[in-house]
């Protein structure tokens, strides 16, 4: 065994539901992983000792099988400053407000931590692991509920000056256009997000448009993206049309980042990326109808490939650059 066999990293995902992490070594293979419920409900300290426990199972696992961690990256969501290794508002974790994690944590597991955006991670995970595998310069968007991004330039995450470089879900895509949970008008999250074009067609529907859809609603279900994508597949007209313009506003989100990166890859990721060639086809479609074909972002738009652990992937690999080791 030569000494770089015997390195490793853990990777850590915090999301608003579960925590996943894995344990890497630094050739990229996953030794062993983990996840539990994030309870977010029991408050800051339990969640930060739910994290540290995960990455103690990890770190005896480790120990179990002769390889020595060097650090852990941590992939938090929502605003935070990766410098001062401090969380400052995310979204989805009710009663975090700078709380600075990376200093808990250390203390608690007595590791090197590295704290990221966990868009950022994932676009690193896909980068290294998944998609962007053999490009040097990639960009991916992460569609949920919200739109995230990951900007990788030369092999690195660039964050930007304010450390909040990708956030194409922010960038406007229609100039005075529907209010955005940011409080900005007409951003790219408030048409092309999972979340939008479920409101969408809902505002259709009870505008008194016909629809296969109206059962969900007249039965106080939740409508969501993957129903209209459904709907959409089988011949529905509403749902057609909601889904064909979400697929335009991402084109242009494709267009404008082909302006501004010209990367080899633009990565489509995150829940509403299960819709695979049902998304990616539309997608194509509109940046040729839009775009000018010398840019040639139509053929650098793929799929993700790596699902819900690229984000940990991309923790591991964050905290091995960071210990100045790994693939
Ligand atoms: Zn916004």
């Not at 409080?183 to 529907?205: D, H, K, N, P």
């Not at 990565?267 to 086809?281: I, Y």
């Not at 940046?287 to 923790?315: M, P, Q, T, Y």
């Amino acid at each position: 065994m030569t000494e770089n066999d015997r390195i490793a990293a853990i990777g850590v995902d915090v999301g608003g539901t579960f925590i996943k992490a894995g344990l890497l070594r630094a050739d990229g293979a996953v030794v062993d992983k983990r996840s539990a419920a994030t309870e977010v409900d029991g408050g800051v300290d339990h969640v930060i000792g739910r994290i540290a426990g995960l990455i103690g199972d990890l770190h005896q696992a480790a120990a179990a099988a002769g390889l020595e961690v060097r650090a852990v990256g941590l992939g938090m969501p929502g605003t935070l400053s990766r410098r001062r290794g401090v969380v400052i508002a995310p979204p989805n974790l009710r009663g975090w407000r700078n709380v600075p994690v990376v200093e808990r944590l250390e203390s608690l597991t007595g590791l090197r931590v590295v704290l990221d955006n966990d868009a950022n991670l994932a676009a690193l995970g896909e980068y290294r692991c998944g998609a962007g595998r053999g490009t040097r310069d990639m960009v991916m968007l992460t569609l949920g509920t919200g739109i995230g991004g990951g900007i990788i330039l030369g092999g690195k995450l660039w964050h930007g000056a304010g450390e909040n470089a990708g956030e194409f879900g922010h960038a406007i895509a229609q100039p005075g256009g529907r209010r955005c949970g940011c409080g900005q008008l007409g951003c790219l999250e408030a048409y092309a997000s999972a979340a939008s074009t479920a409101v969408r067609a809902a505002e259709m529907i009870t505008g008194g448009q016909p629809s296969c859809l109206k059962d969900i609603l007249d039965r106080g279900g939740l409508l969501e993206a993957h129903h209209v994508v459904e709907a959409a597949s089988g011949g529905d007209a509403l749902a057609q049309r909601v889904w064909a313009e979400t697929c335009r506003y991402l084109a242009v989100g494709c267009i404008n980042i082909q302006c501004a990166l010209d990367p080899e890859r633009i990565v489509l990721a995150g829940g509403m990326s299960a819709a695979g060639e049902r998304l990616l086809q539309p997608v194509r479609k509109a940046i040729a109808e839009l775009g000018s074909e010398s840019l040639g972002a139509r053929a650098r738009v793929c799929i993700a490939e790596l699902g819900n652990d690229a984000g940990f992937l991309g923790a591991a690999m964050a905290a091995f650059d960071e210990a100045g080791a790994g693939a």
